[in-house]
């Protein structure tokens, strides 16, 4: 058995998934954003706010569908687009930090989006382990 390709098939499938995921969060974010504003996000609905979710949610259609489109015709680049997404989260972390932006609301979305960073690292991961060990293993 070719752990490798398992690995690599692996990561085209969770890739796929998170694109799905990414679209119903475009889906949320831009159609249902006062929705997501009082229950996932619990932010004061201000007009400003609400525009800055529709542009995240946006960014998630787009996401989404690149998201979908590797995993279907590129599945070679989807370990390092899962890798890429967690690496995203942190520089994106570190400049809020380096802005001095902090959080005030309780923002109940956060633990699914912990739940999609760890998933995409730990698939991530996995098949660059797998692919190390084939490589040290066929030397």
């Known amino acids: 058995m070719n ?3 398992v690995a690599l098939k692996a990561s085209a499938v969770v890739l796929f998934l ?5 679209l119903i969060r475009g889906f949320v974010h831009t159609f249902r954003v006062h929705h997501a504003a009082n229950n996932l996000a619990q932010i004061d609905p ?3 706010a609400l525009v800055l979710m529709v542009a ?10 690149l998201f979908i489109l590797i995993a279907m015709k590129a ?3 989807a370990p390092i687009v899962l890798l890429l997404i967690p690496v995203a ?4 972390g570190i400049g809020m930090n380096y802005s001095g932006v902090t959080m005030e609301s309780p923002f109940i979305g956060q633990h699914m ?3 999609y960073l760890i998933i995409s690292l730990l698939t991530s991961l996995s098949y660059f382990i797998v692919a190390f060990i084939n490589r040290t293993a066929s030397k």
């Open 3 to 5: 752990f490798k390709s």
């Open 56 to 65: 995240f949610g946006i960014s998630n259609f787009l996401t989404g569908a």
């Open 113 to 115: 989006i912990k739940v």
């Open 75 to 77: 599945k070679n680049l």
């Open 89 to 92: 989260y942190v520089v994106g």
């Open 18 to 22: 998170l694109g799905l995921v990414d």
């Open 46 to 48: 201000h007009p400003d």
